[in-house]
């Protein structure tokens, strides 16, 4: 989607425009840039770029203006944006308001860059013929079926039609109807799919979704506008496909895939979380368009968590930008409702209706409104939303944050089945703390059991059994509990360490109640994630003392900050791609944004004079990486001096090795460190070009965690001539069995969650 920005030298005006735009372009993200930097009369480029960094989703931006100067103010924003920005951004000269709408309404088209600047540009020449550009542009936005056939009726444009009748065995579930939505993108052509007397509009997921349309279904595709004869072709192609026969809903429902993620063979009721029990706080109405704003972040922040996801959570990014769900919420924001009730009360609504459809399928998709209506929800009130779920029951869901699962396990849950997922995940890691079982990358294969079936589910080798004959669960095996003073040996007959991996004060407090014997990993950048805006150097400061004095008595290993790749920072607004698992992230995105990473350093120093820390680079890929983070942290401590600012230097300097040309050529990186620490997550999904977070390639992410304990065998023989001790952080470090191979391994220490101290502890001791 194309994004507007709209600078003006008065902050009401901009804003006020934004407004009116997003009514009449609801889906088009608008950002008003008005104002000087305190707000008075005047322009400002700070707040431009910022405004042209906001609205950016990719396609590119348009900037439009009211005075020369603004003009001004927007070439000097777009002269120091990040090129991949620059190139895609557009300075428009057209009148401001009309200019504005007729952008917003080519851009809701789908229209290209280039058409919506015309658009845009034509208001000027418009007004001189004496007619309202507005008035020619805004019917492009109508996505009314039976006013688009009547449009096309009388301009001459003949429609196009086609019959298909449905294959896939689902019907038109969740992944067909991504495809038809995703078929229309760039093309200029209003489609509408029937099934019967029942009529969606091809551009939104949840109304082809109601159509609750069978296998055998016979449908008909009717298009028009300029690209319908491309655009009903693409649709009934996308309709076409098959998944295969299915078989009997008493079969083990599994797929190729799926996965054992958390040990046990537990049975109950299957349940889907649903919308009941849930209810936003009351919050105060800040105004149509800052309650656009939260939504479009939050959406946005959702959108970024689902990157790089299979059919299921794509399916789950078409829902992001349905306008029949984002619509709805800005037409109650309009009315005065605030965002997060305003998007709740339309998600309710939509999986209500899917609910109440008579076809299991279809009523199944429900959970997929819900999954993402409770993510969105999640980020615009900063806190992972808990589903309700009666004691004794199945959990089927899409995905589930992590802090999430030790709850739902409180609350009753018996057992998790995952449509995605990752058997590293920190769900399944949590799930295997707390000894209930779990699959994952199930996909849909439970899609048509209705709520209520017994189901039994087998963590171990990934079957989910529908209707199973054996009555009785097996749960698994109990840990033997050893006292958490229990001795545990290294492989050279000295103390190995078992410590915690934190991201918070209520981690920290986690690791002293499990006995941690100290703090293997501080997450700082938890302290960045889900925020619109940075936190300054004070704000850094606050939160790791905080997090830094609740940890337990022990060595304390603090990691800068590691963005990008799976960790969203709006704030920052990190490309998927450029930022991504094979992008700049962690200590290369640090080296790239070197004020990020002063004001970063500076913060971890002050935090330290609470007590003594040991400090870690992450993602180090060659030893002019790790020179150059030493220099940033010399630069960091003398600006401290210089300030006479309190602080203290690390006791200790480490690399985190999770790349593998650091892991199999250590010797580079080992005269400058006084510690290296194995990342296992990212180590064996950069082995195995398999990303944790895709349930597609679970399996082969399995297979190459096998190649870790192997590998550290390596780093430690290296490692261990120059005095250089070797930690494993991560999943491996937390599993028993991998433990005990990596404590043969001859490593130091070993760094999980809190939560799988105890199990092993009782593993590895004597």
């Not at 009547?150 to 579930?173: C, M, N, Y």
């Not at 794509?314 to 965002?339: C, M, N, S």
């Not at 790749?565 to 640090?590: M, Q, S, W």
């Amino acid at each position: 989607m194309i994004g507007l920005v709209l600078v003006s030298h008065s902050t009401a005006l901009a804003t006020g425009l934004a407004e009116l735009v997003g009514q009449m372009a609801p889906a088009v993200p608008v950002v008003p840039a008005g104002g000087d930097v305190d707000g008075g009369l005047g322009t400002s480029a700070d707040r431009v770029a910022d405004a042209m960094s906001a609205a950016d989703r990719g396609a590119g931006v348009v900037v439009l203006y009211d005075l020369g100067s603004a003009r001004m103010a927007a070439e000097l924003a777009l002269e120091f944006a990040e090129p991949e920005l620059a190139d895609r951004t557009r300075l428009v000269d057209a009148s401001f308001v009309e200019g504005a709408v007729a952008a917003g309404a080519a851009a809701a088209g789908g229209q290209s860059l280039d058409q919506v600047v015309a658009a845009a540009g034509q208001t000027t020449a418009a007004e001189s013929a004496g007619r309202s550009a507005i008035d020619d542009a805004v019917p492009a936005v109508a996505t009314d079926s039976a006013a688009t056939n009547a449009a096309a009726g009388t301009t001459g444009e003949a429609a196009v039609t086609e019959r298909v009748v449905l294959t896939d065995p689902a019907g038109l579930h969740a992944r067909p109807a991504a495809a038809v939505v995703r078929a229309l993108a760039g093309l200029d052509a209003t489609v509408t799919v029937a099934a019967g007397a029942a009529e969606a509009s091809a551009a939104s997921l949840s109304a082809l979704l109601r159509l609750a349309a069978p296998v055998g279904t016979e449908v008909l595709v009717a298009g028009s506008g300029p690209d319908a004869a491309l655009a009903v072709p693409r649709v009934v192609a996308a309709l076409s496909s098959a998944t295969g026969a299915v078989g009997p809903a008493e079969a083990v429902a599994t797929r190729p895939g799926a996965v054992g993620a958390a040990p046990g063979r537990r049975s109950g009721p299957l349940h889907r979380p649903g919308a009941a029990g849930i209810e936003p706080p009351a919050e105060t109405f800040a105004g149509a368009a800052t309650e656009r704003g939260r939504l479009a972040g939050a959406l946005r922040q959702a959108g970024e968590q689902l990157v790089g996801g299979g059919d299921i959570t794509e399916a789950h990014r078409v829902l992001l930008a349905d306008p029949e769900l984002t619509g709805a919420a800005d037409e109650l924001i309009a009315t005065g409702v605030p965002a997060a009730t305003a998007w709740w009360r339309v998600v309710r609504r939509t999986a209500e209706q899917l609910a109440a459809s008579g076809d299991a399928v279809i009523a199944g998709r429900a959970v997929d409104v819900v999954d993402v209506g409770q993510r969105v929800l999640g980020a615009l009130l900063g806190r992972p939303v808990r589903p309700e779920v009666p004691a004794g029951a199945v959990l089927l869901a899409d995905d589930l944050a992590p802090s999430l699962v030790p709850e739902l396990v409180e609350a009753g849950v018996v057992g998790f089945v995952l449509r995605a997922g990752g058997v590293r995940g920190h769900a399944a890691v949590l799930a295997r703390a707390t000894g209930v079982p779990m699959v994952v990358a199930a996909g849909d294969t439970l899609d048509a059991v209705p709520d209520g079936t017994p189901v039994l589910v087998d963590g171990g080798t990934g079957e989910v059994v529908v209707a199973p004959d054996e009555p009785a669960a097996e749960v698994a095996p109990p840990v033997r509990t050893v006292p958490r003073t229990a001795r545990i040996r290294r492989a050279d007959g000295g103390e190995l360490r078992l410590s915690a991996n934190v991201g918070s004060e209520a981690d920290a407090r986690a690791a002293v109640a499990a006995g941690a014997a100290g703090v293997g990993l501080v997450r700082t950048e938890l302290a960045f994630t889900g925020r619109s805006a940075l936190p300054d150097e004070d704000e850094q400061v606050s939160w790791l003392s905080a997090v830094l004095a609740a940890c337990p008595d022990g060595p304390v290993v603090v990691r800068t900050v590691d963005l990008g790749g799976d960790k969203p920072v709006p704030g920052l607004r990190l490309d998927p791609v450029r930022h991504g698992f094979l992008g700049e992230r962690g200590l290369r995105l640090c080296l790239a944004r070197p004020a990020l990473f002063a004001t970063h350093l500076r913060a971890v120093l002050r935090a330290a004079a609470v007590r003594p820390i040991e400090l870690m680079f992450p993602f180090v890929t060659e030893p002019a990486e790790l020179a150059a983070a030493r220099a940033a942290l010399r630069s960091a401590a003398a600006s401290l001096r210089a300030d006479r600012t309190p602080h203290a230097e690390p006791t200790a300097v480490g690399i985190m090795v999770e790349i593998p040309t650091a892991a199999l050529r250590p010797a580079p990186f080992l005269p400058d460190v006084d510690f290296v620490s194995v990342g296992s997550n990212d180590l064996v999904q950069y082995l195995t070009a398999a990303d944790r977070t895709v349930p597609e390639v679970a399996a082969v992410y399995r297979a190459g965690e096998a190649l870790v304990p192997e590998l550290v065998a390596g780093l430690v023989a290296a490692a261990a001539p120059v005095g250089v001790p070797v930690a494993v952080c991560g999943d491996l470090a937390g599993d028993p069995e991998y433990a005990a191979l990596l404590q043969a391994a001859g490593v130091a220490e070993l760094s999980m969650a809190a939560p799988l101290l105890a199990g092993v502890r009782a593993a590895l001791a004597d």
